[in-house]
């Protein structure tokens, strides 16, 4: 089975930007942005970011606004900060980190990204195991357990360990396996006939692997924002709130005004569905220092998290088309 994968592999993988090095920053880059975002996505994002923070002295060096602000768009900020502190972190040492332990020491640095940087980095023999290695794993050995436990994650990656190549590193196999879960042993309809180990594979309903704890229901939440606009410039607050701390935001409305709102964005993040309310207003109720004045046309450069910056760009089309209802006089937010 593992010269099937491997030569399936060689002959089927996808030429992605990180295959191409050796280098332990450039790997760990690419696997702290690849965490709960698409392949597709992260292309973009890894290029622009080799090219502006190439080492880790440079990225250690710069500023966390300009982290930020080139992380747009991937979500979950605390990844750029995590990377940043990693960075500043390593600048101090006298070399790139050996062992999954000594990774596993650093911040937002786990069991999975310590192992995929020691073996894509160093070509070390240990056990690569992310969603698409599990779902191959569980069909593979039929494995009847949920996946998503700590207990069920130990048993999978023993699965894996005893798959490693005896005389070869752990590259070549890892990247192959993931890449089979990616390209042919797919969440629904796998391509079953195609894969490069059908011979050995165990389950007759790949469809009900991997098992998985029952999901919990995503929790509604409503939020309000006000959006201070005098036409060419907007007033924006740092966040001190856990899910976008250091990106600047619409300041929060402390009670839901009474007139309609302008604007409403709906997303998700983490376990909430959030529905965010803007109104447009004229008169601050709070102290300004705690405001940053931003001019419209230099929003670009604002580390901004999405839903906040979607918000804007609709509130300033409203304003410059004279679709807003009447603005709401008193705004008092935090």
């Given amino acids: 089975m593992e010269r099937n994968l491997h030569a399936w592999f060689r002959k089927c993988g996808r030429d992605l930007p990180w295959r191409h090095t050796v280098d332990p920053y450039a790997i760990l880059v690419s696997e702290i942005m690849l965490q709960q975002t698409q392949v597709g996505t992260v292309l973009g994002y890894f290029g622009r970011w080799m090219e502006r923070f190439p080492d880790i002295r440079t990225l250690a060096e710069a500023p966390e606004d300009s982290v930020l602000e080139l992380w747009q768009g991937l979500g979950y900020y605390s990844r750029a900060r995590s990377l940043h502190r990693v960075a500043r972190m390593l600048a101090q040492l006298p070399g790139f980190p050996r062992t999954p ?63 490693l190549p005896v005389k070869e590193g752990g590259r070549l196999h890892n990247s192959a396996l993931m890449e089979l879960g990616a390209l042919i042993c797919k969440p629904r309809k796998p391509l079953c006939s195609q894969c490069p180990l059908q011979i050995g594979c165990q389950t007759r ?36 709130e856990r899910w976008w ?65 979607r918000g804007v760009a609709a509130m300033v089309e409203k304003l410059h088309t004279g679709a807003h209802d009447k603005s709401s006089e008193l705004a008092s937010f935090s």
């Fill in 101 to 163: 332990a000594e990774l596993e020491c650093l911040p937002g640095i786990g069991e999975y990204t310590a192992h995929a940087i020691v073996a894509f980095a160093f070509d070390d023999r240990v056990p690569v195991v992310d969603a698409n290695v599990a779902r191959v794993l569980s069909r593979l050995f039929d494995y009847p357990h949920p996946v998503d436990t700590v207990t069920g994650m130990r048993h999978l990656r023993m699965l894996a360990n005893s798959l």
């Fill in 205 to 240: 309903s790949p469809e009900a692997r991997p098992v998985k704890r029952p999901r919990i229901p995503p929790q509604k939440r409503e939020d309000y924002r006000a959006f201070l606009c005098d036409g060419k410039s907007i007033w924006l607050i740092r966040s001190s």
């Fill in 245 to 309: 701390v250091g990106l600047w935001i619409l300041p929060t409305l402390q009670r839901r005004p009474s007139t309609p709102c302008d604007c409403v964005v709906k997303f998700s993040i983490t376990r909430y569905k959030v529905t965010m309310r803007i109104w447009r207003c004229t008169v601050f109720q709070e102290d300004k220092r705690k405001l940053q004045r931003v001019a419209l046309r230099n929003l670009v450069q604002v580390a901004m998290p999405t839903p906040h910056r």
